[in-house]
């Protein structure tokens, strides 16, 4: 069974410009939240998607948004990007929301550079 | 506040050694606790999970941790180390109630050193 898939994996943008990272869950998984990990912050949760609706957001500023399709895959877009950014963007998928002992399982990440 | 905290951003240890790693949660209702591993240039992989059976579970890669309620800790040890358990390890918890379910609370991790 493939794993989570996130593309790219390497993406470097300029300070103001936007971006859309791809995510694929396991087959089979409904539920695919967000994190992104930092050196200073470590990794922060920043949403959770399941059947296509937002039901978990982390601390973060509006200029982080996501979406969930009808195949479970997972978007997430930062606009107006900041050197703060910079980070790798994790996405991980699980069976589905409310099963608290259904692990989540990890993608490779996408590591997002801004300069 | 509920918080996850991981005794020490460094461990180094030599081969054959015992490997403990610690985790304390701060929550009144015992949460879902888990152990990830991260390789340079990887995602996160799942270590193992407490899910309030047994109090002592085992993992993979000869890993276990044992939750005691009374202390909130949920430590990681394994015997005897070996040079491809070179890592960062994180704790993460998913806290009870409320809509939390989807959400994990890593502790800052620590990096697992392996000396020859």
């Known amino acids: 069974k493939a794993g989570v898939t996130q593309t790219p994996r390497y993406l470097i943008k300029t300070r103001g410009q936007q971006v859309t990272l791809s995510c694929s869950p396991i087959?089979?998984?409904?539920?695919v939240s967000w994190y992104q990990q930092t050196p200073g912050q470590g990794l922060q949760f920043l949403f959770e998607?399941?059947?296509?609706?937002?039901?978990n957001k982390g601390n973060f500023p509006g200029r982080f948004s996501g979406r969930q399709f009808s195949n479970s895959r997972s978007e997430m877009n930062v606009s107006t990007l900041e050197l703060g950014d910079s980070a790798l963007y994790l996405c991980a998928s699980s069976l589905g929301w409310g099963q608290r002992n259904s692990p989540l399982h990890f993608g490779n990440g996408t590591r997002l550079t801004v300069t | 506040a509920q918080s996850v905290t991981q005794l020490g951003s460094h461990v180094s240890v030599s081969e054959g050694a015992l490997v403990l790693l610690r985790c304390n949660y701060s929550s009144s209702v015992p949460p879902y606790l888990f152990w990830y591993v991260q390789y340079p240039n990887q995602g996160l992989q799942l270590l193992l999970k407490?899910?309030?059976?047994?109090?002592l579970v085992k993992g993979i890669n000869g890993f276990e941790a044992e939750f005691k309620k009374s202390e909130t800790s949920f430590h990681l040890t394994k015997p005897s180390a070996h040079m491809s358990d070179a890592a960062e390890y994180f704790c993460?918890?998913?806290?009870?109630?409320?809509?939390?379910?989807?959400?994990?609370?890593f502790g800052q991790g620590t990096i697992l050193t392996v000396h020859p």
């Open positions: 993460a918890v998913i806290f009870a109630g409320g809509t939390s379910y989807g959400k994990l609370t």
């Open positions: 998607y399941f059947s296509e609706t937002q039901r």
């Open positions: 407490y899910t309030s059976a047994a109090t």
């Open positions: 087959s089979g998984h409904r539920s």
